[in-house]
């Protein structure tokens, strides 16, 4: 069992707004503004979309967008375009489950 | 152009060995940390090791303390993973990634098969 919760599954339809959650506890998500999530795309490496909880890297669409309170951290990918589906993970500092369970996110 | 190139895996036995390699090329890979990450089939990404610019620090998850070993020779521009007392639960695809700080790996290579059979 991951110390990074995250739902199994989400899906929204082209435009619509997904967010995903990461749950994790004092000692990890809570305590550090080190969250970070990555992307996934079926056999390829996972590519880095938000990192410091809030930040994109160079190339990262401006639809994608981090947050977090208290024990939970969230990826928000607003205007849902067909080329969003993959799995996306967290990842967190103070936790030696450094990521999280996995959400795999689908277009409708 | 900036990349990590894994190699050395394959096949082997339960109880055997296994060296991997990660070869980086287009970055200053002597200020870097390197981080080694597995990805069972189907399972989400695991931390394995971590190893600081001069090989000074090294971190390892848990469940390969004792067995596995992070290093580095920043003249070959290389980390490698030496793993021993491979069982089923270390089959997974393996990859290095440069962590530039708290987990954030923002250059990942394209990953190396270790598969645990007899």
């Known amino acids: 069992q991951s110390a990074l919760t995250q739902p199994r599954s989400v899906s929204g339809s082209p435009g619509q707004s997904v967010t995903i959650s990461c749950t994790g506890t004092?000692?990890?998500?809570?305590?550090?503004?080190?969250v970070s999530w990555y992307r996934q795309l079926p056999g390829k490496a996972p590519k880095l979309v938000i990192y410091d909880v809030t930040k994109r890297p160079s190339g990262v669409p401006d639809r994608f967008s981090g947050s977090k309170s208290g024990n939970t951290a969230s990826l928000t990918i607003s205007g849902l375009q067909a080329d969003d589906e993959a799995d996306y993970y967290c990842c967190s500092f103070g936790t030696q489950d450094v990521f999280g369970t996995g959400t795999t996110v689908t277009v409708l | 152009e900036v990349q990590l190139v894994e190699s050395g895996g394959g096949l082997v036995q339960p109880g055997g060995s296994l060296r991997l390699s990660c070869a980086a090329s287009g970055f200053t890979f002597s200020s870097s940390w390197i981080i080694w990450v597995r990805q069972a089939p189907g399972k989400g990404p695991e931390w394995v090791a971590s190893i600081n610019q001069d090989g000074s620090e090294k971190y390892y998850v848990d469940s390969v303390k004792g067995r596995f070993a992070i290093s580095r020779d920043n003249a070959e521009k290389s980390v490698y993973l030496q793993m021993h007392s491979l069982g089923a639960e270390d089959a997974a695809v393996y990859y290095c990634?440069?962590?530039?700080?708290?987990?954030?790996?923002?250059?990942w290579g394209q990953g190396i098969m270790v598969t645990v059979s007899s």
């Open positions: 990634a440069r962590d530039i700080g708290h987990f954030v790996c923002d250059i």
């Open positions: 004092s000692r990890n998500v809570g305590y550090y503004d080190y």
